[in-house]
């Protein structure tokens, strides 16, 4: 993060970083759409529903820009240690967790009375029904 931080301040004139937040409002506004035609009932599918409604998720709680830096930093981690990573796949689903967890929303809390202290965990998706239906063409 502190690279990409430091990136962004150095270079503050590029017209990259805008760029880059124009894609995101384009794509957040297309997964509103998306969420919308299907409260209205509309058909579609469900792995673009599910990933629609965690963007629509996403941009509601955190500011484009802490979307943006999270998503260049993990490619910079991806591109110095690629040995973290053991294949394309699971680069992305650790990049979705990564930004899932930027919001509180997708956090649960409770509290231990064992220990007396108050437990977080956050909500995954089903990464195995997700990879192998989507491996599999959405069949």
């Not at 894609?23 to 759409?33: E, K, T």
């Not at 967790?97 to 809390?109: C, H, I, M, Y």
């Not at 202290?117 to 997700?130: G, Q, V, W």
Request: net charge positive.
């Amino acid at each position: 993060m502190k690279l990409v931080q430091a990136r962004i301040e150095k270079n503050q004139g590029n017209p990259a970083w805008d760029l880059c937040e124009a894609r995101w409002c384009a794509l957040v506004s297309h997964a509103q759409r998306l969420v919308t035609a299907r409260h209205a009932g509309q058909a579609g599918s469900r792995f673009e529903r599910i990933a629609a409604q965690e963007i629509v998720k996403l941009a509601a709680n955190v500011e484009a820009s802490v979307v943006m830096e999270t998503t260049f930093a993990m490619f910079l981690l991806e591109n110095e240690q690629p040995r973290r990573f053991r294949s394309d796949a699971s680069f992305r689903f650790q990049l979705v967790r990564r930004l899932r967890g930027l919001s509180e929303v997708n956090a649960g809390v409770w509290f231990n009375a064992a220990t007396g202290k108050t437990k977080r965990a956050y909500r995954e998706l089903a990464p195995s029904r997700l990879l192998k239906k989507s491996a599999s063409g959405g069949r």
